[in-house]
């Protein structure tokens, strides 16, 4: 999950790093309110979770609190990479001395996280890692020991800082390892991390965004998603507040299934026949009647779906459970579309009486209740 510049810089205020004043707007009135209580120029940054923002026009400077007022106008009518501008950051302006860059990320071959600092800050690190790789500083993080504040200064070193410097630096990198053990980060960056004319260090930029299946013991975050109109539609949203992984696709089957693996097997079934999926749910491993009921709705919400596949493996899962959630479903939600279910395994026999008591038909291959529903799309059904 990404996290907008000013929800990160809310987390790395509070783990003790520092980032320019300033404070967030949704209105061109509340920018301009930001901006006078800066006291200062600043800089209007759109809130999109999207890079380069500056290219695309998304970072303006404002002398004046009517000047910083006329850029949000600008760019909260803005889209950036597609995604409608929805905030704007007004922050001080700082008078840069140098622009660095700060980051973690985690090496899969190494299996560790690494660290990354560079005194060539501003470009983005694909860029940097092109045009001077010799600028790039690389440290992994032993996993039993964590990172260590002399190797924070050895990096400060290795990327040409001196004296005091070296501790204000170092400290950027503790704080973010901090943050990344707390919170099961898999990348952040602070780029620009600037060194301004008066010998201040702060965190102009901020990226992060955090482990997808770390989510349930942050709740925190997940209240976030909630306030925030996040980049997510509808369907999305209520999927991932439910802890179900949801995709949409471009074709016309619903596939909902137990499992990111079975539901990718299942997606393979419908192509193999010659359909097309609209939808990846995974509703997970122990799904009650309400959250298969909850997966269905979610699932019609999607305009493209003409037809439903459930495929169910029980273990945890009781079929059962599952039937009582398809007929509540239909009974309920007024499914027009047909439905074609399959399920195996716990409470099997159990679950195929209630579907077949409730005249719903259910096939027991995959390879059957694939070539099924794509068939009965194909009839138009
Ligand atoms: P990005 O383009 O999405 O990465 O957005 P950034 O927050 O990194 O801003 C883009 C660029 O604007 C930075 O690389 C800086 O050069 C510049 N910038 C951002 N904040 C400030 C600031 O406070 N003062 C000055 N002078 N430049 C800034
Ligand atoms: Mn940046």
Known sequence: ??????????????????????????????????????????????????????KAGGVKFADTPEEAEKYAEE???????????????????????????VGVTVDRNERKYVMIGSGAGGMSIEELAEESPEKIIKRHVDPSLGFQSYEARDMAIDMGFKGKDINKLSGFFTKLWNIVSKYDVELSEINPLILTKDGRFLAADARLNIDDNSLYRHKDVIERIKREPLEMNERERMATEQGMAYVELDGNIACICNGAGLTMATLDAVELF??????????????????????????????????????????????????????????????????????????????????????????????DAASKVVELVKEGK
Not at 21 to 50: C, D, I, N, S
Not at 353 to 364: D, K, S, V
């Open 274 to 367: 010659g359909g097309k999926a609209s939808t990846f749910l995974d509703l997970g491993g122990g799904s009650d009647k309400e959250r298969v009921e909850n997966g269905i709705e979610i699932a019609l919400m999607y305009d493209k779906v003409k037809a439903i596949l459930v495929n169910i493996m029980g273990g945890i899962t009781r079929c059962d459970d599952v039937a009582n959630g398809i007929v509540a479903a239909r009974d309920d939600k007024g499914i027009k579309v047909p439905m074609v279910i399959r399920m195996v395994g716990t409470n099997e026999k159990e679950g195929q009486e209630i579907l077949a008591r409730e005249g719903i038909p259910f096939l027991t291959t995959m390879e």
């Open 1 to 54: 999950m990404k996290l907008f510049e000013h929800e990160a810089k809310e987390i790395f205020r509070a783990f003790g790093m520092p980032t320019p004043p300033g404070g967030v707007a949704r209105t061109p009135a509340e920018a301009r309110k930001r901006a006078e209580e800066v006291g200062k120029p600043v800089v209007v940054k759109a809130q999109v979770l999207a890079g380069k923002r500056g």
């Open 75 to 101: 760019i909260l009518a803005m889209r950036i990479n597609d995604l409608p501008v929805e905030a704007v950051l007004i922050e001080e302006k700082l008078d840069i001395e140098q622009e660095i860059y």
